[in-house]
């Protein structure tokens, strides 16, 4: 009698604890930073300002459609240069379609007549996750970065909040 309580309270543990997990990579990975930018800024009142300065939100946003990941974000770098995280569509601000290889989030486009080989992969960590784009090719031809921005080694930790509206 024992045996079957206990085999019923874990059958009913698992079952509960199954539908209420989240996707372990679903989420808001972001941090904000004060973004320093070389051209002098004014305040309200038109004043030029003694700091050139101001607080930006970097983020990545993970979140799975039936059986396939997708990624949206933007990413701020000095004098305020930015990175859109989105397909690359012209145009388009759709989500980035990723693929699951080896608990990495993975996307690839090659283009061989224009020399481009962008493989972009998203690691995570107990904290968050880390960008890769070794030769840079997805920073400069697939996503435009800003040159004061890039992809590779950024690392956002996972946010409790959702993720802010592209500004």
Known sequence: MVKNILGISVFITVIF??????????GCYSITDDIDSAVPMRDEEGALRD???????????????????????????????????TAPIEGDSEPLPLTLKDGKLVFTQLEPEYDTSCNL??????????????????????????????????????SVNKCPKEE
Do not use: M, R
């Open 51 to 85: 700091k050139s300065s101001e607080l930006k939100t970097s983020y990545i946003n993970i979140f799975k459609k039936e059986h396939q990941y997708f990624a949206q974000g933007l990413l701020w770098g000095g004098n305020f240069h930015v990175c859109h995280i």
């Open 17 to 26: 604890s199954s539908t209420l997990s989240a996707e372990p990579y679903e």
């Open 121 to 158: 992969e998203i690691l995570f960590t107990d904290k968050g996750l880390k960008i890769v784009d070794e030769n840079y090719h997805c920073s400069k031809y697939v996503f435009y970065c800003g040159v004061n921005v890039g992809l590779n080694n950024t690392e956002l930790p996972k």
